[in-house]
C-alpha cells in the first residue's frame, strides 16, 4: 500500500512538473527533460514512459490522433488544451559520440555521454546510428558547416562518393567523401581550398560510418 502511494505521489509530481515547466517556457518538456530536470528521481526513458502511461489511464493526459502520437494535457487550471511531444513511441534515442573533423583529421574519443531523441518518420534510423558533431570547414561546399551534428549509420563499408566517417591509424576521425582507387583510397573534402587525403597500405584504415542526415541548430 505504501508503495502505490508512493508511486502515486510521483505520478501526480511529474504532473506537476510538466505544468510549471510549460508555464516557465512556452513548451512542453521531452521525456529526456522530465528524466534530468523533474527532480522526481526518475532513471529512465521507460520508467518516465510509465508514469505517463498512468497520467493518461488518470485522464490528465490525452492521446491525439495525429501520427506524431503526441499527448494532451487535459487540467481545469489550465485554460487552453496543450499539445505535449513527450509521447516516445515515435522517435529513437541515438547516442552523441563526440566530435568529428571536417578538416584536419582529430583524435578518436568520446567526450560527451548523452543521446538525442529523433523522430522515426524524418530520419533514416534503420540499424545501428549514432552522432557526431562537426569540427571544421572541409565538407562546406555539402552544405556540413563547423558545429553541425551528422547522424550517422554504423557500418564498416561504403560505396564509392559516399560521405563517411573513417578512422585512421586507430585514433583519427575525419568527415570525407570515400573512394576506393585501389592501391589506396582517397577521402575528399568538399572545399575546394583543401586538399585530398591518401591512405597507403603504410596507414590502418577503417570505415565507422556513412553520413545519412544533418543537424543544424542555427541558421547561418
Keep these: 500500500m505504501a508503495h502505490y502511494a508512493k508511486s502515486a ?3 501526480e509530481a511529474v504532473f506537476e512538473f510538466m ?8 513548451y512542453m518538456p521531452t521525456v529526456r527533460e522530465i528524466i534530468s530536470l523533474s527532480n522526481c528521481d526518475i532513471k529512465s526513458t521507460a520508467s518516465a514512459k510509465t508514469y505517463i502511461d498512468r497520467l493518461v489511464s488518470e485522464g490528465k493526459l490525452a492521446k491525439s490522433d495525429n501520427k506524431n502520437r503526441a499527448l494532451k494535457i487535459v487540467d481545469d487550471n489550465v485554460k487552453e488544451i496543450i499539445s505535449v511531444n513527450v509521447d516516445n513511441e515515435n522517435t529513437t534515442e541515438v547516442p552523441f559520440l563526440g566530435n568529428t573533423a571536417a578538416g584536419a583529421p582529430l583524435a578518436a574519443g568520446v ?8 523522430p522515426n518518420d524524418y530520419f533514416s534510423l534503420k540499424g545501428n546510428n549514432f552522432l557526431l558533431q562537426v569540427k571544421g570547414s572541409s565538407m562546406i561546399n555539402m552544405g556540413i558547416l563547423d558545429g553541425d ?3 550517422v549509420k554504423s557500418q564498416n563499408t561504403a560505396n564509392n562518393g559516399q560521405i563517411v566517417v573513417a578512422q585512421i591509424d586507430g585514433e583519427n576521425v575525419t568527415l570525407k567523401r570515400y573512394y576506393n582507387c585501389g592501391s589506396y583510397i582517397k577521402l575528399k573534402p568538399e572545399n575546394d581550398e583543401m586538399e585530398d587525403i591518401i591512405i597507403t597500405h603504410e ?3 577503417r570505415i565507422l560510418g556513412v553520413a545519412t542526415g544533418l543537424m543544424r541548430n542555427h541558421i547561418v
Design 149 to 151: 551534428i551528422v547522424l
Design 111 to 118: 567526450v560527451e555521454d548523452r543521446s538525442y531523441s529523433l
Design 203 to 205: 596507414h590502418t584504415f
Design 19 to 26: 505544468k510549471k515547466f510549460y508555464k516557465e517556457n512556452g
Design 9 to 11: 505521489q510521483k505520478t
